[in-house]
């Protein structure tokens, strides 16, 4: 899910294990462990866009550094907290360096949102996002974060036993709601690259993160002995959990009624996908494969009668064009989409959607939103050039179609 999401959770684990101890010194430190995972991001540094398809999700969301990394992370916090790193000479860029990616993952959440949410597109939500960013980041962390390893107080008093506690389940609890997402997460790596794609939540579901957000901030601002303080935590992330089995509940009950459109529409689809649209749980995208053509459909939950609209439909070659087979560009994408994918010739290049996603709608845009363009480099070989061409009107008439669609059909 989105960064903003790990970061509020495990803000509120971290507090609940440590913060009677160390206070909002415990939240800091939880929001740091629920989003470890994400780090794997700078790695794309290193690659192309088709590396980080690749990269993204792998080992550090696999269950070999959720077993692996809480153990090196909890020897290293006594360590830490003694003053041994304070005392190496490289100890202050490391600090610094832990949470400008903090802050710099905060940002990005935060940009991700203002974007869907207000409809702007480009340079406005980054300024926005890093501007949000810093403001939460210095009112609720930067005086804990200031003072983090000169005035701890009895840092004996949190042993091996609470850190392990603080990283595994927070690791553990980022990969679950990754895993829950339509994105795919590598769990098993590095024994098998398959995606676990639960589909059961978007990548930004509002109603979960929102409440959650709101019961964090207030609690940061109450003393750690707080009875209130606890309450809201923990009323929080029961709210929060109710919610994600409730989706698993609508889950099961769009399968069934998509099985169902595709069979009296009289296909019969080789695999079919269902999945929640982005920012919530009550509209939901149905992608299908049956014979030489792939479908594709919606439904919400508010719609009179049980039945998916199909909306698209596209012609299907699992055969690659004869200059894309056995090419990297072509395994990973098709490795990434499952084999729900439409491409087609753009000029010397080629347009390749991944139709599992629904996204926003947008007039002129039938493809839908996670679409790759690939052309040849100097060197011949093919790779991704850009992203998915956009605006701020497109966005904005998105984002109010799919309000409009939310309401449900007569």
């Given at each position: 899910m989105d960064s903003l999401t790990h970061i509020v959770v495990g803000a509120a684990v971290g507090d609940l294990i440590l913060g009677k101890k160390i206070g909002n010194r415990g939240m800091v430190l939880g929001a740091l462990a629920g989003s470890v995972p994400d780090f794997d991001v700078f790695t794309q540094l290193l690659t192309d866009d088709l590396g980080g398809l690749e990269l993204h999700r792998a080992f550090t969301h696999s269950w070999v550094f959720m077993f692996t990394?809480?153990?090196?992370?909890?020897?290293?916090?006594?360590?830490?907290?003694?003053?041994?790193?304070?005392?190496?000479?490289?100890?202050?860029?490391?600090?610094?360096?832990?949470?400008v990616l903090f802050y710099l993952i905060l940002a990005a959440g935060l940009t991700w949102i203002t974007t869907f949410l207000a409809g702007w597109y480009g340079l406005i939500p980054g300024i926005l996002g890093l501007t949000l960013g810093g403001v939460i980041f210095y009112n609720y962390y930067h005086a804990q974060i200031r003072g983090f390893a000169d005035h701890m107080q009895e840092p004996e008093s949190v042993g091996f036993g609470q850190w392990y506690l603080l990283?595994?389940?927070?690791?553990?609890?980022?990969?679950?709601?990754?895993?829950?997402?339509?994105?795919?997460?590598?769990?098993?790596?590095?024994?098998?690259?398959?995606?676990?794609a639960w589909g059961n939540m978007a990548v930004v579901d509002l109603l979960f993160t929102l409440p959650l957000a709101l019961t964090v901030s207030i609690a940061a601002a109450l003393p750690r002995s707080a009875l209130l303080r606890k309450?809201?935590?923990?009323?929080?992330?029961?709210?929060?959990?109710?919610?994600?089995?409730?989706?698993?509940?609508?889950?099961?009950?769009?399968?069934?009624?998509?099985?169902?459109?595709?069979?009296?529409?009289?296909?019969?689809?080789?695999?079919?996908?269902?999945?929640?649209?982005?920012?919530?749980?009550?509209?939901?995208?149905?992608?299908?494969?049956?014979?030489?053509?792939?479908?594709?459909?919606?439904?919400?939950?508010?719609?009179?009668?049980p039945v998916f609209r199909i909306t698209n439909r596209y012609a299907y070659w699992s055969s690659p064009p004869p200059d894309l087979a056995g090419t990297r560009a072509w395994r990973i994408l098709t490795w990434f989409s499952k084999g729900y994918y439409h491409w087609k010739q753009e000029g010397e290049g080629y347009s390749f959607t991944d139709l599992r996603f629904g996204?926003?709608?947008?007039?002129?845009?039938?493809?839908?939103?996670?679409?790759?363009?690939?052309?040849?480099?100097?060197?011949?070989?093919?790779?991704?050039?850009?992203?998915?061409?956009?605006?701020?009107?497109?966005?904005?008439?998105?984002?109010?179609?799919l309000w409009i669609r939310m309401k449900g059909l007569p």
């Open positions: 990394a809480p153990l090196l992370l909890a020897w290293l916090m006594p360590h830490w907290y003694r003053g041994a790193f304070r005392r190496w000479p490289g100890y202050p860029w490391l600090r610094g360096m832990i949470f990283f595994a389940l927070n690791i553990l609890i980022h990969i679950v709601l990754d895993c829950a997402t339509s994105y795919g997460t590598q769990i098993w790596y590095p024994f098998s690259n398959e995606r676990v309450f809201l935590l923990v009323a929080g992330l029961v709210v929060s959990s109710i919610y994600w089995a409730g989706t698993w509940v609508n889950k099961d009950r769009v399968n069934g009624i998509w099985k169902e459109s595709l069979r009296m529409s009289h296909l019969e689809p080789s695999q079919s996908y269902a999945s929640p649209t982005l920012t919530n749980n009550v509209l939901w995208h149905g992608v299908a494969v049956a014979g030489d053509s792939i479908y594709v459909g919606d439904y919400a939950l508010t719609d009179k009668n996204g926003i709608p947008s007039e002129g845009d039938d493809e839908g939103v996670f679409r790759f363009h690939l052309v040849k480099n100097g060197m011949g070989d093919w790779q991704v050039d850009g992203g998915r061409e956009g605006n701020g009107q497109d966005i904005r008439a998105g984002l109010h179609s």
